[in-house]
């Protein structure tokens, strides 16, 4: 099972938006509505900010929105705040066996 | 407060054997599937295992199968990863994370992780 492919990085200056993608296949991403994406910051444990493509947990802050076409899902971080900075991760379930691949990781920095 | 703390990593030798453990609280564990997710470092997320409430359904990535061996003891509120024939490429950070309950594959707590050091 290959990772979930990631831009590598991407910034923003603050109050900006910035949108990360994340391509999968059709067993992956393209086949299940269940991709999520996390947030980690430096030398700490992540934490899920979207799940289930579109849904954010409660005090997830309403700037993260998650969207998905196909084999590709994207998380859109609007009114870039400096806490903002961090890495971010999706995540799709890959059926039974396989159960679950991540991506490769956007660094994203607040200018 | 819902709690997750690996213990267990430390250098080992390739070719070696390491057994982690998880020692979860605040919420009833036997109701929960739980999974080790591992992070190279300066490398992103891998997901290595899954193990559903009864142990009856478990899940392996390719690059631990055969090797690694998940458990838990729902007795005693926890979880292992039995890692054996190690390589210098899995040295990580271990986490140990809870499923959510109502989403498949989301992991909504995670432990500070065990870092596990495979060098000769």
């Known amino acids: 099972q290959s990772a979930l492919t990631q831009p590598p990085s991407a910034s923003g200056s603050p109050g900006q938006s910035v949108t990360i993608s994340c391509t999968g296949t059709?067993?992956?991403?393209?086949?299940?509505?269940?991709v999520s994406w996390y947030q980690q910051h430096p030398g700490k444990a992540p934490k899920v900010m979207i799940y289930?493509?579109?849904k954010r947990p409660s005090g997830v802050p309403d700037r993260f929105s998650g969207s998905k076409s196909g084999n590709t899902a994207s998380l859109t971080v609007s009114g870039l705040q400096a806490e903002d900075e961090a890495d971010y991760y999706c995540?799709?379930?890959?059926?039974?066996?396989?159960?679950?691949?991540f991506g490769t990781g956007t660094k994203v920095t607040v200018l | 407060e819902v709690q997750l703390v690996e213990s267990g990593g430390g250098l080992v030798q390739p070719g070696g054997s390491l057994r982690l453990s998880c020692a979860a609280s605040?919420?009833?564990?036997?109701?929960?599937?739980m999974k080790w997710v591992r992070q190279a470092p300066g490398k992103g997320l891998e997901w290595l295992s899954y193990?559903?409430?009864?142990?009856?359904?478990?899940y392996y990535a390719d690059s631990v199968k055969g090797r690694f061996t998940i458990s838990r003891d729902n007795a005693k509120n926890s979880l292992y990863l039995e890692m054996n024939s190690l390589r210098a490429e899995d040295t990580a950070v271990y986490y140990c994370?809870?499923?959510?309950?109502?989403?498949?594959?989301?992991?909504?707590?995670w432990g500070q992780g065990t870092l596990v050091t495979v060098s000769s």
């Open positions: 193990i559903s409430t009864s142990s009856s359904t478990i």
């Open positions: 995540s799709s379930y890959a059926g039974s066996n396989n159960f679950e691949v």
């Open positions: 289930e493509v579109t």
């Open positions: 059709s067993s992956d991403v393209g086949d299940y509505s269940y």
């Open positions: 605040g919420f009833i564990f036997s109701r929960y599937n």
């Open positions: 994370t809870r499923e959510s309950p109502i989403v498949l594959a989301v992991s909504d707590y």
